[in-house]
């Protein structure tokens, strides 16, 4: 009997037939099928109607099992008996009914033989339950001959434990009592009726157990059941210890904690500092980020939990995404595919059905079945951004580059790269089937830095570019970054644009004659780099003579700086000079930095630079072997470029130091503005006077050669600087006015982020405001800034004055403002 819905273990079966809910990482249906085989059972008719195919789909015929199936389609609902009525034309000799979603290990070789024992015409299998107040009581005689029927009784009329299974012996003849063409039950109807005519009806009493898993909490009972082996399963694995079951191919760290009875399902993963608690079963493919601590809880495959999370008591969907520091309190119940952002808490009791979105950092008190944030937004502040194969899939990455297609004009031409990492040689490669299925072409560079791709954007017929890399402070992740015509990042009004198409699925498919085409462009390299020398003094860089040394940070930028550095006469000390993934995910620039400062220092050079991965940041180190930050990195190119602009305006964000102002003003030379996300400023850049912009974390624009970032472009601008001034950036350094910057966050819930910038607003009435991004207030010597961060609950808060306590002072008050507006 499988056509259950389940309705009260919802959200779990709100997509799913209760049959095929996992226990013990076997569908419970697997389970009784396996038990029927054990004793003689190897023929099996299945009553189906609820999602039946998800049930036909996984057993088939049987064969995989070892017997033989066929299945019995319930149209409309018949009651049990109909039911088993309704598959009457296979059924033409003694056979035994029982549930597909229950939980047992019953002898059913001996309801057999006390049903053939006792010639009866039905024999109802009975076992002695504590609370039998949810279940029909059936009492019998001394010979097992049924007395009589109570439905849910009261504890006034418990007469007996002893309770209907489920499981009945049967004979054909059953079916002259089962009426056709309307609802019959076997408990309310059919056998009353035979103990009414004195039909031989028997119950035959068991003693193996047996659960209805009827309910979320019988649901989680049972698996703490299955681990402390009251019931007789096949749980899949190898008994690592006692109660402890470890599948094919999964990965524990050395440094992970079992404690107590688990279930680690086959290709799992969990990390280092991870605590498995008593009573937890892991579907299969889950993956458990550092620090987790779970306990008592039950996970569906294919989730993955990250760094931090607390799973209390919880039953977790499949394919469900639950962030860093998330908590899942007791009796909680989260459906598939849910994702839930970080440090988001889901309460005590709380259901959040399939597909739902929770944001990061909500409090989540009460179930939300149909109400829903809906769909995270595609487009974060990079660009699509999400966990390898986990968010983000070759499917969704096929379906966004055919979104991102199907807004552009057939047979047009995309410029593609990506990182040297397999995740993005994998994506990369679905996202090109979905271009070219939408028509569009591809000019792919392969592995290839991201200016290098910006370049090559503005430089071939090309209305786009679209690049694939792991995500630098999370080497987990990948980001998908757009380009549009001009190398810039591309506008919010075109990512809206996509992901509408995405959200829609209304993606153009061409025929099989305009199937976009893939080209791999010559001298891709030469032809930026001959661009790059044309923009610089190469002869006073070369006379200048100086002695450099580089770390490449493991990036494709290894690709590109040989053949840069060539064209300088420079003596250059290479360090991780080649591309590698492993290297990458490893990479911190500030430590790379310690280590080329001590290389400076030991070799003389005259300067000292970290290029990021991708070749868009640089961190610079000067001849003394101090590690600039990026502050102070910003301060001394603005000192050294100011002189020689190409323009009257440099564009900068609003966040940045007055320092810079006072930098610039002795050249005629006048800061911008602008927002602090890089389309802003790569967008500012364009502008007619504007000759330079920089961003607060060392990413620095010359847009007479390419108005983005460029780390390859900045340090030789640097070192043609250094060489027209004759100096060394020590001197320059130390010449620099200093700046008092400090910063802030406050957790701010997305509902009340525009509730705090209009207080803010009112606030302020006295003070000249500055409204380029969030608020900033001016004040006498210094300012403050709030800004709501776009991707999470959280307020920035900025703050610069004359001295660090000035500006510690500025930032903490603005700070405890947003604190009181927000209780």
Known sequence: MAGGEGTRLRPLTSNAPKPMLPL????????????????????????????????????????????????????????????????????????????????????????LAFHEKRQALATIGLVSVENPLE???????????????????????????????????????IFEHIPAGRPVDFSGEVFPQLLADGAPLFGAVSDGYWEDVGTLEAYVRAHRDVLDGKVDVDVPGFELSSGVWLGEAAEVHPEARIEGSAVIGPGCRVDAGVRIGDYTVLGSNVRVRAGADIERSVVHDNAYLGEGARLRGTVLGRSTDLRRGTRCDEGSVVGDECFIGNDAVIAAGVKVYPFKTVEAGATINSSIVWESKGARSLFGREGVMGLANVDITPELATRVAMAYASTLKKNSTVVMSRDSSRAARMLKRACMAGLNAAGVNVVDLEVAPVPVTRFLVRQALAVGGLTVRLVEEDPQSVVFRFFDADGRDLAEGAQRKIERQFQREDFR????????????????????????????????????????????GYGSTSFVMPNVLSQLGADVLGVNPYASTAGVMHFDRLVQAGSVGE???????????VLNPDGEH?????????????????????????GHLLGDTVALPVNVSQVTERLVAPFGVRVRYTKTSTSALME???????????????????PGFLPAFDAAASLVKVLELLALEGTMLSEVVDSLPRSHLVRESVVTPWEQKGLVMRRLVEQAKDHQLVLVDGVKVLHDGGWALALPDPDEPVTTVWAEGSTDAEARRLAQEYARRIRQMVR
């Not at 860089?541 to 100086?546: E, I, L, M, S, Y």
């Not at 290389?599 to 630079?609: C, E, T, Y």
């Not at 000067?622 to 502050?631: E, M, Q």
Request: proline residues 3%; charged residues 25%.
């Open 24 to 111: 013990a990482n076997r569908p419970m249906m697997e389970h009784i099928v396996n038990l029927l085989k054990v004793h003689g059972f190897d023929d099996i008719v299945v009553t189906v109607a609820f999602l039946a195919n998800q049930i036909r789909t996984y057993f088939g015929d049987g064969s995989e099992f070892g017997v033989r199936m066929v299945y019995a389609t319930e149209e409309e609902p018949l009651g049990t008996a109909g039911s088993v009525r309704n598959a009457m034309d296979e059924l033409d000799e003694r056979f035994l009914v029982i549930s597909g979603d229950v939980l047992t290990d019953i002898d059913l070789g001996s309801v």
């Open 135 to 173: 279940f029909g009581i059936v009492i019998t005689r001394d010979d097992g001959s049924i007395e009589r029927f109570l439905e849910k009784p009261t504890w006034a009329e418990v007469f007996s434990d002893t309770i209907n299974t489920g499981i009945f012996v049967l004979e054909p003849e």
């Open 509 to 552: 498919r061409v025929f099989a004659s305009e199937i976009g085409d893939i080209d791999f462009p010559p001298r891709a390299l030469e032809h930026y780099t001959a661009a790059l020398g044309a923009t610089v003094d190469l002869g006073a860089v070369r006379a200048a003579a100086f002695k450099l040394v580089v770390d490449y």
């Open 599 to 609: 290389l400076v220092r030991a070799s003389g050079a005259a300067l000292g630079a």
């Open 618 to 642: 640089l961190t610079l180190v000067d001849d003394r072997g101090r590690v600039l930050d990026d502050a102070t990195a910003l301060h001394a190119v603005l000192r050294l470029v100011a």
């Open 684 to 702: 500012a850049a364009t502008d007619p006077g504007v000759g330079f912009a920089a961003s607060t974390d060392g990413g620095f624009i010359l």
